[in-house]
């Protein structure tokens, strides 16, 4: 038999051959010295080569996700114990809880609760209820409707709520970082109760297109109410 | 699996593989990219041809980037315009043995032709002979003697690099 190829003995140490090929050049190979030199040769080369490209390799920062996950995992574990325990840092971990939220998602979408029990016109159909982040409030419909009141009470405590009555349920609260937006339609008659901190310096009301109405509440017992549709026949 | 997620688990070894091809890792992350995204596109019609489709398609346009740089650097210098170009910032996490091992392995595949280069660098990724003789357009036989080739000249040029 005459000598093996380079091509072949590569092929042979990278097991690219059949069975009977891989058996016949092995048997060559092993029975002939210059052969068996290249063959050494050969390899040590392959494994030089190898070595030097991956000696020039670039390191590339690929995330490792299991450790970061891990990461955040036990911050996340160290701020919860911390928002239990210290009173200070529950309100900053809400405060930057809701700020991030606003970040991602754009706006902010209170998860409904229990309706307060004002009984208005039958069960409400939304509610929310939420801590303002500032002293100035801004209350906000997007318009003025066919019939239905707009409610605004200050009471004692920290937290407000808003309340639709009588709604077609496609009425939408939604907390903003400065106060609250109603989404409504100016077909709608529904009525809503906003309760808010009397500890607020200013509360400003925007009804559509309308001026910006401020009330500037006076104490725990203030109390407006507007009449939609009279805003909407042109106040 | 979905395709795109089952292309995501070549990407490092694509990128590793491209930056050793092009000696750019800017450039390797670029390709990779683009190859991705005509994953998208005009995907492999059947999914166990999808590691040999990802590495042929980078490694084409990895060519094409290439010529089109030095197109344009040749252009340049023709014209006159030629700046100088900058060095990377110095990055104090790579030493130096590093950087002669990189410069080092880069002269070495500059000097392969395209076939070469490609067939060394797939089978570093493990691909065979079959894949590397379809990636490279040539027969499945014959990836055994281009292989051999770029071993003696890679090996050669290494060398002589570290005897100067």
Known sequence: MTHVSDGDLVRLLDRELDVAEQMELEGHVDSCEDCAGRYLELRRKIATVGAAIRRGDFTFSTPNLRTWGLRAAAVLVVLTAMGVTVRPVRAWIVEQTRALWVVVVGEQEEAATSGDAIDESGDPTAAVSFVPAGDVFVLELSTRQVSGRLIVETVVGGTASATVFGGSEDERLIVLPTGLRIVNASTAEADYTVELPASLARLLVVIGNDDTLRYEPAGAVDRWEIDLAAVAAGR | ?164
């Open chain 2, 1 to 164: 699996m979905r395709l795109g997620a089952l292309a995501r688990r070549h990407r490092t070894a694509l990128v590793r593989y491209i930056a050793r091809y092009t000696g750019d890792p800017d450039l390797a992350e670029d390709v990779v990219q683009e190859t991705f995204l005509r994953l998208r596109v005009r995907p492999p019609s059947h999914q166990e041809e999808l590691k040999g489709w990802l590495f042929t398609v980078a490694t084409h346009m990895a060519v094409d980037r290439m010529r089109v740089a030095r197109r344009r650097a040749e252009l340049e210098q023709e014209a006159g315009h030629l700046l100088p170009v900058a060095e990377p910032p110095p990055d104090p996490a790579t030493n130096l043995e590093r950087q002669e091992a990189r410069r080092m392995a880069r002269d070495a595949l500059a000097g392969l032709s395209e076939k070469e280069r490609t067939a060394l660098l797939m089978r570093e990724e493990g691909f065979t002979h079959r894949e590397i003789g379809t990636a490279v357009g040539t027969t499945t036989k014959s990836v055994g003697t281009l292989l051999a080739r770029a071993f003696d000249k890679f090996a050669a040029r290494l060398q002589m690099e570290e005897a100067s």
